[in-house]
């Protein structure tokens, strides 16, 4: 049996020299039995999600669209080692500069000291930080 989508993915990482050992896979009907047959033959073990678990891949789905939606889709994309830098500093704005409305962290980022408190913008100057080249702006206490 052959997979073109297989055969293409293991093309791909064998140029790259990258040689995975698992691939975790959700239980689409895209994936066949095939796609797995063409990736287990060379040494990469398949591990598919939970069945009957349909909110299982909901965070990491949820953070793809917030990169998508916030950096990605608006940001022209140079070439690999572009995508790269472009990614570490949209995370480092989405850890440490960007507040979370989540259980227990509004307003805070996930990287935030849990000892300090946010300041209110009542009598403080607001300094504008801009992120990615001004895509995004972070606003913090000014000295």
Do not use: W
């Not at 669209?65 to 990614?87: M, N, Q």
């Amino acid at each position: 049996m052959d997979h073109p989508a297989g055969r293409n993915l293991v093309l791909v990482l064998k140029e790259q020299d990258r040689r995975p050992r698992f691939l975790l896979r959700d239980r689409d009907a895209k994936f066949t039995a095939a796609f797995d047959t063409v990736l287990t033959a060379t040494g990469v073990t398949v591990i598919k999600t939970a069945p009957q678990a349909p909110r299982m891949n909901a965070v990491a789905e949820r953070f793809v669209r917030t990169v998508s939606v916030e950096c990605t889709d608006r940001t022209l994309i140079a070439g690999e080692a572009h995508l790269r830098r472009v990614l570490h500093e949209y995370l480092t704005h989405y850890n440490t500069g960007r507040s979370h409305q989540g259980c227990d962290m509004a307003p805070r980022a996930p990287d935030d000291d849990s000892n300090v408190i946010p300041f209110t913008a009542q009598h403080t100057r607001i300094r504008r930080q801009p992120v990615l080249a001004g895509l995004i702006n972070e606003y913090r206490a000014a000295a």
